[in-house]
Nanobody, 114 residues
Framework: QVKIVESGGGLVQPGGSLTLSCTAS????????MAWYRQAPGKERVEIAT????????TYDESVKGRFTVSRDNAKNTAYLQMNNLEPEDTAVYLC???????WGQGTQVSVSE
């Protein structure tokens, strides 16, 4: 059974940092690129970062470029999203999604507030 579990969310003050984890099972993790998405209340889901299966090539949405870093540890079947200098506008549910699959996790809530 293919499964994705996101974790690491929470409440943080503006300017703070969080690291999200995305642990996968049930498929060959290293063969698939991984994308991070976020969905704020009342808004559409938006792709914010990706990391490739080969050479770990990374892409970022302009809204997070320079503040967020995506990485992966294939030995642990886990992808990460390091988020620095968080802003209230980053408040959302964050989800990871293996490219070219129809698999989604439940997401993890990130809230940025004083």
């Amino acid at each position: 059974q293919v499964k994705i579990v996101e974790s690491g969310g929470g409440l943080v003050q503006p300017g703070g940092s969080l690291t999200l984890s995305c642990t996968a099972s049930g498929y060959p993790f290293s063969d698939f690129a991984m994308a991070w998405y976020r969905q704020a209340p009342g808004k559409e889901r938006v792709e914010i970062a990706t990391i490739g299966a080969i050479r770990d090539l990374q892409t970022y949405d302009e809204s997070v470029k320079g503040r967020f870093t995506v990485s992966r540890d294939n030995a642990k079947n886990t992808a990460y999203l390091q988020m620095n200098n968080l802003e209230p506008e980053d408040t959302a549910v964050y989800l990871c999604h293996p490219r070219q699959t129809n698999v989604w996790g439940q997401g993890t809530q990130v809230s940025v507030s004083e």
